[in-house]
């Protein structure tokens, strides 16, 4: 299996409940620790993973007037929340899923083209997490150092960039998203666009930003003014920070520069 | 659907042939915004009509045009090219035209059940029309997406049929003798206003203004 391309945290697994109580406290010394023990095991007698919802890096108001306090509670409490939910309900019904960084959750459910249909949570969760990571108050500006080195190399400006990234957005049809990614094998930057929950990671390329460009994520604020919402999140919300972060981390696997090849 | 023939001589061609370059437009809705209040809400309606599709006849209008030129200089890349936009413009102008027919103010009639063959079809073939509507609803919140929710005539089987198509890919993209009865759009623009993200809810409510009437007439105009 291809190498893990980026893991935003720490696995956010863990186990709910272990079946100690099969373990047969039969004694009979303790009757009563018995007697407790034996209402709990009805309710949790299994191993179960779990994925939680994790928070973004700043309060849900902070992004406003960009994007309002209403869509992050719509967007992250209903939408973000019901894709983890589902997952989990999912994943309780079949437990060679266990186990998995979201990461690795997501490229194996994708299972090749062939989704399972956990794909389209664990994806979305994903997304959904990277996503908001990929957004800070008082964002939006210029990269700066080793990221706009590479957006200048690999787009020749970061204004041919920006109107790259604002077209895909624009002409993506249905629900998708926009990413910029470091693409693996070409080892250069790349403005890529999926449908649905689609993630870049099940081709094995390293997402540096992205934007939801489902509904949901702008309907409340911007009504159908696409132009506007793709235009605010360049201006004011894209974290570069975020995106120098993970070129950082990216170029642990890919090889950007020539190899400096010390002459004896 | 309004239709507006606009002839003109393709620009500057020494061939010459005059092509008749069809333009289409908005076709107005059979009854006010605010008239599927409390279903509908006249914000979503007035967006819906005046926005989305719109823009989508703009964006079909457009894509067809450059078609015309591709066509006159027989450049086959760019024909090919604009297959992708012609299918999701046009198709979205397609579908909305038929949603806006599907839908009716429940003081005229919206929502009230076909009591003619068509309310005996789908007893035949679905069970009941309560039936009907938990298949419908099923597919609408199970559909990924964005898309659209259909009861289907088939016209060569003579069967009604639940399907539901991606974006905006037209009913016929599932079969060519498929034909709308009704359509349900499940694009969020359709109700994240008013429902949010209780998809289920506005499947629910949106039963209540179905334009029943119109869908028996193209039934009984279809199932021959």
């Known amino acids: 299996m291809g190498s893990c391309c980026y893991s935003p945290s720490p696995s956010s697994s863990h186990l709910l409940a272990t079946d100690f109580f099969s373990w047969g406290f039969k004694s009979s010394k303790l009757p009563f620790l018995q007697k407790r023990r034996f209402d709990r095991s009805q309710r949790a007698s299994k191993i179960c993973g779990y994925y939680g919802l994790r928070t973004p890096p700043y309060k849900l108001d902070a992004l406003e007037p960009y994007m309002s306090l209403k869509t992050l509670e719509m967007h992250w409490g209903g939408h973000h929340r019901n894709y983890v939910e589902g997952l989990n309900k999912q994943l309780e019904k079949n437990d060679i899923l266990y186990g ?9 459910t994708y299972n090749n083209g062939n989704p399972l249909p956990e794909f389209n949570n664990a994806a979305q969760v994903w997304n959904h997490d990277f996503f908001w ?4 108050p008082g964002g939006g500006d210029m990269p700066k150092l080793g990221v706009l080195q590479q957006i200048e190399k690999d787009f020749g400006s970061f204004t041919n960039f920006r109107e790259k990234f604002v077209e895909a957005a624009l002409t993506l049809f249905g629900s998708g998203w926009v990413w910029l990614v470091l693409k693996k094998e070409e080892r250069r930057l790349a403005v890529i666009k999926t449908s649905n929950g689609i993630c870049p990671l099940v081709w094995d390329d390293i997402p540096i930003i992205s934007l939801d460009m489902w509904e949901h994520a702008y309907y409340l604020d911007y009504k159908n003014d696409k132009g506007k919402y793709v235009n605010v999140f360049m201006n004011h919300l894209v974290s570069w920070n975020a995106a120098m972060a993970r070129m950082a981390r990216a170029e642990a696997f890919v090889n950007l520069g020539e190899p400096k090849i010390p002459i004896a | 659907m309004a239709l507006r023939s606009v002839s003109r001589k393709s620009l500057g061609l020494a061939v ?20 599927l209040e409390p279903v509908i809400s006249g914000e979503i309606m007035q967006l819906h009509h005046q926005k989305h599709h719109q823009t989508y006849i703009t964006n079909y209008n457009k894509a067809l045009e450059q078609l015309d030129q591709a066509l006159a200089k027989a450049d086959s890349s760019s024909i090919v090219q604009l297959q992708s936009a012609i299918k999701f413009n046009g198709g979205g102008h397609i579908n909305h035209s038929i949603f806006w027919k599907n839908l009716a103010p429940i003081r005229e009639g919206g929502g009230e059940p076909s009591k003619a063959s068509l309310g005996w079809a789908i007893d035949t073939q679905f069970g009941s029309l309560k039936a009907l509507i938990q298949r419908v609803n099923a597919e609408g919140a199970a559909l990924q997406g964005s898309g659209w929710v259909w009861l289907a005539l088939d016209k060569e089987l003579k069967k009604l049929s639940v399907q539901t198509t991606a ?8 079969g060519s003798a498929l034909v709308p009865l009704f359509g349900i759009d499940v694009w969020e623009h359709a109700y994240y206003l008013q429902y949010k993200n209780v998809k289920a809810d506005y499947l629910k409510n949106i039963w209540k203004v179905i334009n029943w009437k119109y869908a028996s007439e193209v039934y009984e105009k279809e199932n021959l």
Do not use: I
Request: net charge negative.
């Open chain 1, 100 to 108: 998995f960084t979201m990461d690795e959750l997501v490229k194996v």
């Open chain 1, 133 to 136: 990571e990929s957004m800070q």
């Open chain 2, 16 to 35: 010459g042939h005059v092509r008749g370059l069809q333009s289409f437009s908005l076709p107005e809705l059979p009854y006010d915004y605010g008239a």
């Open chain 2, 167 to 174: 974006n905006q890919d037209p009913l016929v993209t599932k």
